[in-house]
T-cell receptor, first 116, second 111 residues
Framework: DAGVIQSPRHEVTEMGQEVTLRCKPISGHNSLFWYRQTMMRGLELLIY????????DSGMPEDRFSAKMPNASFSTLKIQPSEPRDSAVYFCASSNPNRQGPNEQFFGPGTRLTVL | GEDVEQSLFLSVREGDSSVINCTYT??????LYWYKQEPGAGLQLLTY?????DMKQDQRLTVLLNKKDKHLSLRIADTQTGDSAIYFCAESSGGSYIPTFGRGTSLIVHP
């Protein structure tokens, strides 16, 4: 398996532009997570899906952020309009939760976003 | 305060042992995890321990759990330069499969 795939790996954009980050989870995993990592705030959970349904989006910073999961193999995180403070590394992770055992999350390589 | 706390930095000499510490607040935690993040990469599960255990050893890694004090540690024996990374402590409870991550400890290994 190729693991969790994210694109693009790097994105540089100007303030006010729309940014779309993409994620392909591991086949067979039914949970998908979007995280943001910054030096100041560490790793933050933005939103997660279970069986393509958004379960908890309380971590989404504001209305400029939106996430979708149209099918089991694809998810997007969109920022519109982007601001310099959105600059961070965004990770997608997937898992196949088992309430009887440990729940390992598999992370993608991340998208480094720079908003000028 | 944060649910999972770790110190931000640890510097060790190559060949020495590293001990990374973590405290958590959720007394219902069932699994505790250590993830490793190498530069430019995502997090990867290194090891985990079930809450009814107090120790787990895997080659150079030793995990110690003090459930009474809600304290978890990761010991890396004979630390190598390739161990330089950020190490995240995480916990999950039976009621939720979503792990809560600490902020990560940057381990710097110098010659």
């Amino acid at each position: 398996d190729a693991g969790v795939i994210q694109s693009p790996r790097h994105e540089v954009t100007e303030m006010g532009q729309e940014v779309t980050l993409r994620c392909k989870p591991i086949s067979g995993h039914n949970s998908l997570f979007w995280y943001r990592q910054t030096m100041m705030r560490g790793l933050e959970l933005l939103i997660y899906f279970n069986n393509n349904v958004p379960i908890d989006d309380s971590g989404m910073p504001e209305d400029r952020f939106s996430a979708k999961m149209p099918n089991a193999s694809f998810s997007t995180l969109k920022i519109q309009p982007s601001e310099p403070r959105d600059s961070a590394v965004y990770f997608c992770a997937s898992s196949n939760p088992n309430r009887q055992g440990p729940n390992e999350q598999f992370f993608g390589p991340g998208t480094r976003l720079t908003v000028l | 305060g944060e649910d999972v706390e770790q110190s931000l930095f640890l510097s060790v000499r190559e060949g020495d042992s590293s001990v990374i510490n973590c405290t958590y607040t959720d007394s219902s935690s069932t699994y505790l995890y250590w993830y490793k993040q190498e530069p430019g990469a995502g997090l990867q599960l290194l090891t985990y321990i079930f809450s009814n255990m107090d120790m787990k050893q895997d080659q150079r890694l030793t995990v110690l759990l003090n459930k009474k004090d809600k304290h978890l540690s990761l010991r890396i024996a004979d630390t190598q330069t390739g161990d330089s990374a950020i190490y995240f402590c995480a916990e999950s409870s039976g009621g939720s499969y979503i792990p809560t991550f600490g902020r990560g400890t940057s381990l710097i290994v110098h010659p």
